[in-house]
């Protein structure tokens, strides 16, 4: 299977979800009607005594709630974050916290004074300098992110809507982390800040929003680096993100399509959106095709290199829908 299957526990009360103090992680599918009570955690994180819980998959106290009126391709893949239909929309709401470890739980800081080691999480930085090259004193926060998502995606036409104007994220991933763009904050270029990435390849910005501007290994194909054909998020744009490679629509390996990447950049401007083809896409990492979680063919992003970044990213510098909206 190229993405993991959700597996949808039956919650009896909804109490469950708020009790102070527990230490369960729940996961539940909804209806419409009631998911936006259900919040994000069950119960306060700690970065000392972050846990993953062994049932989900999540970080304990982490929910997964799925409405039961979201299409497969959603409530069968994203975990560890709310998700919901209101309207025409689909609003994904999430702690953000990675399940995984991370030098960012304790941070450079608490690293230095030699403190890491009480920190149930941490992992030391893959470059294996120590703190080195740790991002500042930044450290892992939880958040209340808040995605509006379009349900049916549209191509924009004219100017086209930049995944740099500060936006607090651009997309999800399926365990429910921050995409951000493909620039590195001024003056590093985003390969530079490359260097700060965990072993899981996402670190925090100062505020200690946790993100992925490049690959998401916990969603991928382990050992591959995401190359891959594995769903990998969704923007907010509503058009899903996969990793380097086309599945051909099928849950086989042995036929992914190795994709090509554009060398061009965007100008901003949807008529000069070129050069996408079923092997080949264009200056905003997409193109047109079926995908196993698309059954007639729909555009969607792929992880790519990025001549702005000049690494792979997982997206560009603009977006080839129209936007939702996002709050913190």
Not at 33 to 38: H, I, L, M, S
Not at 50 to 78: E, H, Q, W, Y
Not at 271 to 282: E, M, P, Q
Request: charged share 10%; with cysteine.
């Amino acid at each position: 299977m190229k993405t993991p299957k959700l597996i949808l526990l039956a919650i009896i009360a909804a109490g469950a979800f708020g009790c102070a103090g527990s230490n369960s992680t729940t996961e539940t599918t909804t209806s419409t009607t009631t998911t936006d009570a259900y919040p994000t955690l069950s119960a306060s994180v700690a970065n000392k005594t972050a846990s993953i819980n062994g049932t989900t998959g999540c970080i304990t106290n982490v929910n997964t709630t799925m409405d039961s009126a979201l299409p497969t391709r959603i409530k069968d893949n994203f975990k560890c974050q709310v998700a919901y239909v209101s309207g025409t929309n689909y609003i994904f709401k999430s702690a953000n916290l990675p399940n995984t470890t991370s030098f960012y739980w304790a941070g450079k800081s608490e690293y230095d004074a030699g403190n890491s080691g009480q920190y149930a999480l941490f992992a030391a930085l893959p470059n294996g300098t120590g703190s080195a090259n740790a991002a500042g004193t930044n450290v892992i926060s939880s958040e209340s992110l808040q995605l509006t998502i379009p349900a049916t995606p549209t191509l924009k036409t004219g100017t086209l809507s930049g995944t740099q104007n500060g936006l607090v994220a651009i997309g999800l991933t399926l365990n429910g982390l921050a995409i951000f763009n493909n620039a590195a904050a001024p003056p590093d270029n985003l390969s530079t800040e490359a260097l700060t990435f965990d072993g899981f390849d996402g670190h925090p910005q100062n505020t200690g929003i946790y993100h992925h501007h490049a690959g998401v290994r916990k969603v991928g194909i382990s050992g591959t680096d995401n190359n891959d054909a594995n769903l990998i998020g969704i923007a907010l744009d509503g058009y899903l993100i996969y990793g380097k490679k086309c599945d051909n629509a099928t849950a086989a390996t042995g036929d992914d399509v190795t994709l090509t990447a554009s060398v061009g950049t965007s100008d901003g401007t949807a008529a000069n959106i070129t050069g996408a083809s079923a092997t080949t896409l264009d200056q905003l990492h997409g193109h047109t095709t079926t995908t196993i979680h698309l059954s007639t063919p729909t555009y969607h992003y792929h992880m790519a290199l990025d001549p702005t970044a000049t690494i792979d990213t997982l997206m560009g510098s603009y977006f080839r829908g129209v936007v939702g909206s996002v709050s913190n």
